[in-house]
C-alpha cells in the first residue's frame, strides 16, 4: 500500500501534484499546490484497458452556472465511456448527467456529493469490453464506482460508447486506449491520479 494519500507500489501515477507530464494536452492546465486545474481536454500519453483508477476533483467553490454547466468535466475511460464528473451538491439536472452517473446510461444509486470546493474521491474498478474481429462485442465492459468511499456503480454493464445524442452502442476499439479528463467548460481541480493494471478482471470468468 501507498503512505496515507499516496499511490500503491504498483501504480502508474498519472499525476502526483507536481507535473502532467504522463499527458496531452496539459498547456492548457494550471498546475499550482499541488493540484491541477482543468482548461481543456487531457489525454493520458498511455494507453490503458482493465483498471483500478483512483481520482480526486473539487468542483469550483464559487459557484456558477447550473445543471450541466456548474463543475462539469468527467472522466472517459478507454476515452469512450464518461464517469460524469459534476457539482451536484444542491444542483438539478437529469438524473443520468449527475455526478457519479455512467454519463446518459446509469445514475448513482446515491448522490454522494461534497460542497463546491471540498476534495472528493473516485475509485473505479473498470472491466474493458472484448470485441470479436467483425466488431461484434465479446465481453461486455463493467463498472464499479465508489464515490467518497460509497459504493454507486456495483458491476454496472456498459452499454456502449458515451453518447449526448443517440442511445449508447458499442464501437469496436483496441485493448487499451488513452484515460481522457474532460474539459466543459468549467475549472474543475483534479489531485492524486493513479490505476493499476493486472486487476485479473476476466480470469476465470465468462460475464
Ligand atoms: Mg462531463
Redesign the pocket.
Known amino acids: 500500500p501507498g503512505s496515507p494519500g499516496k499511490a500503491p507500489a504498483d501504480a502508474v501515477v498519472l499525476f502526483d501534484g507536481k507535473d502532467l507530464t504522463a499527458w496531452k494536452g496539459a498547456e492548457k492546465w494550471t498546475v499550482q499546490d499541488g493540484y491541477a486545474i482543468c482548461g481543456g481536454n487531457l489525454t493520458s500519453k498511455q494507453a490503458f484497458g482493465d483498471c483500478q483508477l483512483h481520482l480526486e476533483f473539487a468542483t469550483p467553490e464559487k459557484v456558477e452556472g447550473e445543471g450541466q454547466g456548474r463543475g ?3 472522466v472517459y475511460l478507454m476515452g469512450q465511456y ?1 464517469v ?3 457539482d451536484s451538491f444542491g444542483n438539478t439536472t437529469y438524473f443520468d448527467g449527475q455526478c457519479g452517473s455512467i ?1 446518459k446510461q446509469q445514475p448513482p444509486m446515491v448522490n454522494v456529493c461534497r460542497k463546491p470546493g471540498e476534495w472528493q474521491t473516485y475509485e473505479i474498478a473498470f472491466t474493458a469490453p472484448r470485441f470479436n474481429d467483425d466488431g461484434s462485442v465479446k465481453n461486455p465492459g463493467f463498472i464499479t464506482l465508489l464515490h467518497n468511499g460509497v459504493l454507486i456503480h456495483n458491476h454496472f454493464q456498459l452499454q456502449g460508447t458515451t453518447s449526448y445524442t443517440e442511445a449508447p452502442k458499442y464501437h469496436k476499439h483496441a485493448d487499451k486506449e488513452p484515460l481522457l479528463i ?1 474539459f ?1 467548460g468549467n475549472p474543475v481541480k483534479f489531485r492524486n491520479i493513479w490505476l493499476r493494471e493486472n486487476i485479473h478482471a476476466l480470469v476465470g470468468k465468462k460475464p
Open positions: 462539469n468535466s468527467g464518461e460524469q464528473i459534476l454519463y474532460q466543459h
